[in-house]
């Protein structure tokens, strides 16, 4: 899996989505030092939607 995600950036993004959805903004709060892992959430869920447990048929390939 670490193959994949380092030669592609959509599967990247994708485990960033799941990972920082799978955490609170207060939990996401003390680490957003250098990177504002908040911002990406957001930025993230704008792009792929709300994370609903599943990644969406659409980016399923």
Do not use: F
Not at 3 to 27: F, H, S, V, Y
Request: proline share 7%.
């Amino acid at each position: 899996m670490h193959e994949k995600i380092e030669g592609d950036p959509q599967i990247k993004e994708l485990c960033d989505w799941i990972m920082l959805n799978r955490a609170t903004d207060d939990e996401l709060r003390p680490y957003c030092k250098a990177i504002d892992y908040i911002s990406r959430k957001r930025l993230l869920n704008l792009k792929y939607g709300p994370w609903r447990g599943t990644i969406p048929v659409a980016l399923d390939s």
